[in-house]
């Protein structure tokens, strides 16, 4: 009888729940589509119309791979994607090894954790400056009037020396947040069995470290490269005359007004990203999980002489570090280098107060608030609504192609599809260029990979279980999110604005093409000071986007603190 019973209420049932659940079906599944709507239009549509333009004459008619060939006849342009090519996989060479060491100093010794937390802090200090800023502080180290002026001898700042010693300041930080982790996750019993066999530390490390972190080398190679490729500050800068392909794109761009040339060298500086990216993509499929349920973790055992050597290095490279950013602060509190050293804050005054630089900076202000706020709402919805709607399986896929293809697409590629594409013939969305709407706009699309998969990753340690019990007790999907989701998420949700923040405010490649002196950031007016010879007000500018990085990354954690003792205190509970 229960089982005649049971079929039979069920079927009573499902007629007033199916629609219910039908139409909250219908609603998350818009919603995603608006969100992949979103990313064809600001991401895939900008791309294709600089592969259109091309091949395309001034007047539109399709002319093949005519600008191809001219570009492969110019002995100088060709130069430029080998001068590229050259100094990112210089600086890969130099900044990896580096950073291994420096990560290797924090993980696998033994050296005090005070001091160890301080080298972490001042190691990620680049993050928060833009590019200009190290190539701005080389130049008063090394250059014609530097410091240490005669330790290059006859060989001048500008050009390779001064571009792979900016890069490398760049990229450091990178590549040591992927060798941090990847060193952070050892097995101590491969160790523990290498001890007993009485395994000499340098076969240890060359049989079991350097193994066991080789994705984590290849990604930081990978991520190195395609930064270098696709920077612009610093080339800019400290470059000279030793031209790279950024600096192409912007001379055919903005000097000569030649679009399909630009286009051309955009589509060739999109080809190494793109090839970093697949073999990144590779590497992580074939990554296999270093610790299992059985791993014991390593614990370094004290050794005098090593630890000393790490803290060494470790406090070297801090000092290296922390003395780019201290000539960019001293430059900027002096009246006028090297001829007047007396103390001064003028340079502040004048981009505060008495020129149009201060609405540079409250843009990028603007920028970042926005940005950060607007974009880690859209990312982790996007995120959520991919991973938990059900039956969406080519949806699912194609936001997840858009949402990492952003991160195999450089800056600079981006902001010239985005001129290419708005000021097409008919765009209905033309009203968009030239408005801060489109800086912002290209600002989340050009950072949504890294926010995406820190999303996913928060998302995927959610049981599915929770959507399927709302379901079941009839509580609409977007309750579930606010009410359980989001909170549980919130670390990673509060990580993704502090980072779009951050980012927002030091980014240059992207906007290069898209501002208007209404809309002028931070980044591109210190490079315009730059180029005007005032090389205070530049460093002043630069230091104060130093700055309220770092006070809000300061203010994050107070906050942070306070806010995640409310909404995660679950996570403290123990079972009595």
Same mark, same amino acid.
């Given at each position: 009888?229960?089982?005649?019973?049971?079929?039979?209420?069920?079927?009573?049932?499902?007629?007033?729940?199916?629609?219910?659940?039908?139409?909250?079906?219908?609603?998350?599944?818009?919603?995603?589509?608006?969100?992949?709507?979103?990313?064809?239009?600001?991401?895939?549509?900008?791309?294709?119309?600089?592969?259109?333009?091309?091949?395309?004459?001034?007047?539109?008619?399709?002319?093949?791979?005519?600008?191809?060939?001219?570009?492969?006849?110019?002995?100088?342009?060709?130069?430029?994607?080998?001068?590229?090519?050259?100094?990112?996989?210089?600086?890969?060479?130099?900044?990896?090894?580096?950073?291994?060491?420096?990560?290797?100093?924090?993980?696998?010794?033994?050296?005090?954790?005070?001091?160890?937390?301080?080298?972490?802090?001042?190691?990620?200090?680049?993050?928060?400056?833009?590019?200009?800023? @190290?190539? &701005? *502080? /080389?130049?008063?180290?090394?250059?014609?009037?530097?410091? +240490? =002026?005669?330790? !290059?001898?006859?060989? #001048?700042?500008?050009?390779?020396?001064?571009?792979?010693?900016?890069?490398?300041?760049?990229?450091?930080?990178?590549?040591?947040?992927?060798?941090?982790?990847?060193?952070?996750?050892?097995?101590?019993?491969?160790?523990?069995?290498?001890?007993a066999l009485g395994t000499r530390a340098w076969?240890?490390?060359?049989?079991?470290?350097?193994?066991?972190?080789?994705?984590?080398?290849?990604?930081?190679?990978?991520?190195?490269?395609?930064?270098?490729?696709?920077?612009?500050?610093?080339?800019?800068?400290?470059?000279?005359?030793?031209?790279?392909?950024?600096?192409?794109?912007?001379?055919?761009?903005?000097?000569?007004?030649?679009?399909?040339?630009?286009?051309?060298?955009?589509?060739?500086?999109?080809?190494? @990203?793109? &090839? *970093? /990216?697949?073999?990144?993509?590779?590497?992580?499929?074939? +990554? =296999?999980?270093? !610790?299992?349920?059985? #791993?014991?973790?390593?614990?370094?055992?004290?050794?005098?002489?090593?630890?000393?050597?790490?803290?060494?290095?470790?406090?070297?490279?801090?000092?290296?570090?922390?003395?780019?950013?201290?000539?960019?602060?001293?430059?900027?509190?002096?009246?006028?280098?090297?001829?007047?050293?007396?103390?001064?804050?003028?340079?502040?005054?004048?981009?505060?107060?008495?020129?149009?630089?201060?609405?540079?900076?409250?843009?990028?202000?603007?920028?970042?608030?926005?940005?950060?706020?607007?974009?880690?709402?859209?990312?982790?919805?996007?995120?959520?609504?991919?991973?938990?709607?059900?039956?969406?399986?080519?949806?699912?896929?194609?936001?997840?192609?858009?949402?990492?293809?952003?991160?195999?697409?450089?800056?600079?590629?981006?902001?010239?599809?985005?001129?290419?594409?708005?000021?097409?013939?008919?765009?209905?969305?033309?009203?968009?260029?030239?408005?801060?709407?489109?800086?912002?706009?290209?600002?989340?699309?050009?950072?949504?990979?890294?926010?995406?998969?820190?999303?996913?990753?928060?998302?995927?340690?959610?049981d599915n279980e929770f959507e399927a019990v709302?379901?079941?007790?009839?509580?609409?999907?977007?309750?579930?999110?606010?009410?359980?989701?989001?909170?549980?998420?919130?670390?990673?949700?509060?990580?993704?604005?502090?980072?779009?923040?951050?980012?927002?405010?030091?980014?240059?490649?992207?906007?290069?093409?898209?501002?208007?002196?209404?809309?002028?950031?931070?980044?591109?007016?210190?490079?315009?000071?730059?180029?005007?010879?005032?090389?205070?007000?530049?460093?002043?500018?630069?230091?104060?986007?130093?700055?309220?990085?770092?006070?809000?990354?300061?203010a994050y954690a107070l906050f942070t603190r306070?806010?995640?003792?409310?909404?995660?205190?679950?996570?403290?509970?123990?079972?009595?």
């Amino acid at each position: 009888m229960m089982e005649l019973t049971r079929p039979h209420r069920e079927a009573k049932a499902t007629p007033s729940v199916l629609p219910r659940l039908h139409g909250e079906a219908l609603i998350a599944r818009a919603l995603l589509l608006a969100v992949v709507a979103l990313l064809l239009v600001f991401l895939l549509a900008p791309l294709w119309a600089i592969l259109v333009n091309a091949v395309q004459d001034q007047d539109g008619h399709f002319v093949g791979l005519i600008h191809f060939r001219e570009y492969l006849e110019t002995p100088s342009l060709v130069r430029s994607a080998l001068h590229s090519v050259g100094i990112a996989c210089s600086v890969a060479l130099i900044s990896v090894p580096a950073a291994f060491m420096f990560a290797y100093a924090l993980t696998r010794s033994c050296i005090p954790t005070p001091l160890k937390a301080t080298l972490r802090l001042i190691a990620l200090i680049p993050l928060l400056a833009p590019s200009l800023l @190290s190539a &701005i *502080s /080389f130049v008063q180290w090394f250059g014609n009037q530097g410091v +240490l =002026k005669s330790w !290059l001898g006859d060989t #001048s700042i500008y050009g390779v020396p001064g571009l792979i010693l900016a890069e490398v300041y760049n990229t450091f930080p990178h590549a040591l947040m992927i060798l941090t982790t990847a060193l952070s996750l050892a097995d101590g019993r491969l160790y523990e069995a290498a001890d007993a066999l009485g395994t000499r530390a340098w076969r240890k490390f060359t049989t079991i470290t350097l193994p066991s972190c080789k994705y984590g080398l290849i990604s930081a190679c990978t991520v190195s490269f395609t930064y270098v490729i696709s920077d612009f500050g610093a080339p800019k800068v400290i470059g000279g005359n030793f031209n790279v392909l950024s600096i192409d794109v912007f001379k055919q761009v903005i000097g000569q007004q030649n679009f399909s040339m630009g286009a051309v060298v955009g589509l060739l500086l999109l080809i190494p @990203s793109v &090839i *970093s /990216f697949g073999v990144d993509n590779v590497v992580r499929r074939k +990554l =296999k999980a270093q !610790l299992t349920a059985r #791993s014991v973790p390593y614990a370094p055992k004290p050794n005098r002489w090593t630890d000393t050597l790490l803290a060494l290095y470790g406090i070297t490279i801090a000092g290296l570090l922390l003395a780019v950013v201290g000539m960019a602060l001293y430059t900027s509190v002096i009246k006028l280098w090297p001829y007047n050293l007396s103390f001064t804050l003028d340079h502040y005054l004048f981009v505060l107060v008495e020129s149009d630089m201060s609405a540079a900076y409250t843009n990028s202000l603007i920028l970042a608030t926005v940005t950060a706020t607007a974009g880690s709402l859209m990312v982790f919805a996007g995120a959520y609504l991919s991973e938990k709607t059900r039956n969406i399986g080519l949806l699912r896929s194609t936001m997840h192609f858009l949402a990492v293809l952003s991160m195999a697409v450089p800056g600079l590629v981006l902001g010239l599809g985005y001129v290419v594409f708005f000021n097409m013939p008919g765009n209905p969305l033309g009203w968009l260029y030239q408005t801060m709407t489109i800086v912002i706009v290209s600002t989340i699309v050009h950072y949504y990979t890294s926010s995406h998969l820190t999303a996913v990753t928060a998302l995927k340690q959610i049981d599915n279980e929770f959507e399927a019990v709302s379901a079941s007790l009839k509580v609409p999907f977007y309750k579930t999110f606010v009410r359980v989701t989001l909170p549980v998420c919130l670390p990673a949700v509060l990580d993704i604005a502090r980072y779009y923040f951050v980012v927002s405010m030091a980014t240059l490649s992207c906007v290069i093409f898209l501002y208007t002196p209404d809309t002028i950031v931070a980044s591109v007016a210190i490079m315009h000071l730059d180029e005007a010879g005032q090389i205070g007000p530049a460093a002043a500018l630069a230091c104060l986007i130093v700055i309220t990085s770092t006070l809000i990354c300061i203010a994050y954690a107070l906050f942070t603190r306070v806010l995640l003792k409310r909404t995660q205190a679950w996570r403290s509970l123990r079972r009595s």
